[in-house]
């Protein structure tokens, strides 16, 4: 038989794309029992398992086989409806052939990449920023600007000085700028109301597009500063949102909310690699739920899991260890200074905790080893704080 050379089939921008690191490398083998100060996941308490298995029964009851067919529900055209009012809520308004729905926000961020981004193609990103994202990117283009993220998100000052010098030296400007403005992951801040503004008289000035990942925008522990897709004017931003952290991320639910003549080419790519059935379980599940009563439960419990934590630093954390204090999500960012967190992650893992190691979410990991997220949502109180413990222990003994 011949010998197959399966790299000769791989188009260049491929080849280069698999010589880095496989995507989830930055997600460790837990033992079992682990307590999971890791997982970006929503509290398992929260996920309503019983009102979907009923919404599922319901749809097929009353539709028979109509939701398994290729063109699916109606009630998909509801789930349009139903996301358009909650946006509403938010202070975007938008018509319904401006959403298009997508097979969760990573699917969304990645038909936006392969839409606008070729491997000569710029693009911006906040330093630290969400991994999956910087995994996509990627996978399009080498090119990727960074821009710092401090309490009040991601520096905008800074980022006009990066785009005036780029084009007075006539490098390519970025073609889009992907920001989380609202409970960053992984810094778990929120960008001021100033920097938003400033953001968008940015894009308007250089000429570039915002992709708006809002996928903890809904879980705030106070008022919060509107989405930047509500100043949206010129039809620059594309708010992408997703139910992963407020329903359930099993059911690949989420959107791009953008201008009309953009969703038509999206759409061109997406074909039907997205969920009918799951979209119209959710349409099914958003019909008998009061979400607004629903939002104020998850609110409320992710801010008290949230102090938990960081009563719970202050208490077992040496004092050299510094946080951002987060008004929302799902993340606390903490930095110890002198460590390099990567290094530690199996030793903790012996405890029995787990945590992301900050590096994974830089451009440049070197820059981000004394950094470390902890995640409140998935672990339970006790577990909470029992995690938090250890880990204090661990650095404790690292840093006297
Ligand atoms: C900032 C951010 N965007 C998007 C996602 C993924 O959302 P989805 O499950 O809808 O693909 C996550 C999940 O961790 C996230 O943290």
Redesign the pocket.
């Given at each position: 038989m011949v010998k197959m050379n399966v790299e000769s089939f791989f188009p260049e921008n491929i080849k280069t794309a698999l010589k880095k690191n496989p995507p989830g490398a930055w997600m460790a083998d837990l033992p079992a029992d682990c307590i999971r100060l890791s997982s970006?996941y929503p509290d398992p308490a929260l996920v309503p398992a019983e009102q979907i298995k009923a919404a599922s029964a319901t749809l097929i009851e009353e539709e028979h086989d109509l939701p398994l067919h290729y063109l699916g529900s109606p009630r998909m055209i509801k789930l349009k409806k139903q996301i358009q009012n909650r946006l509403v809520e938010r202070g975007i308004s938008i018509q319904e052939d401006e959403i298009l729905i997508?097979?969760?926000?990573?699917?969304?961020?990645d038909l936006i990449a392969r839409v606008l981004l070729d491997e000569r193609a710029v693009v911006a990103v906040e330093s630290p920023?969400?991994m999956?994202?910087l995994e996509i990117f990627q996978n399009y283009t080498d090119q990727i600007i960074t821009i710092p993220v401090d309490e009040l998100g991601m520096q905008t000052d800074v980022f006009a000085a990066v785009l005036e010098e780029r084009k007075r030296t006539g490098l390519t400007l970025p073609n889009f700028l992907y920001t989380?403005p609202t409970f960053?992951?992984p810094t778990g801040t929120t960008m001021s109301l100033e920097r938003r503004k400033h953001l968008l008289e940015l894009a308007s000035e250089f000429d570039f597009l915002i992709l708006e990942?809002d996928?903890?925008g809904e879980l705030a522990f106070n008022e919060n500063p509107p989405p930047l897709k509500a100043f949206d004017t010129e039809g620059r931003v594309f708010h992408?949102?997703?139910?992963?952290?407020v329903v359930a991320?099993g059911m690949?639910?989420?959107w791009i909310a953008g201008a009309r003549s953009f969703i038509t080419a999206f759409e061109w790519f997406k074909k039907d690699l997205d969920h009918p059935f799951a979209q119209a379980t959710m349409a099914a599940y958003l019909e008998n739920v009061n979400f607004e009563n629903r939002l104020n439960t998850l609110q409320a419990t992710y801010r008290i899991k949230c102090d938990i934590l960081l009563r719970s630093l202050e208490q077992y954390f040496p004092e050299q260890v510094t946080w951002y204090v987060p008004e929302g999500g799902?993340f606390v960012w903490v930095k110890i200074p002198g460590i390099d967190t990567s290094q530690l992650l199996e030793q903790a893992l012996a405890l029995g905790v787990s945590y992301v190691p900050g590096k994974f979410f830089f451009v440049k990991q070197q820059v981000g080893t004394e950094y470390l997220r902890l995640s409140f949502s998935y672990a339970d109180k006790e577990e909470i704080i029992k995690g938090i413990q250890k880990l204090g222990q661990l650095f404790s003994r690292l840093l006297k």
């Open positions: 970006g997508t097979a969760g926000a990573c699917q969304a961020i920023t969400y999956e994202a989380i960053q992951n990942d996928a903890y992408v949102g997703s139910l992963s952290k991320p690949r639910i989420g799902y």
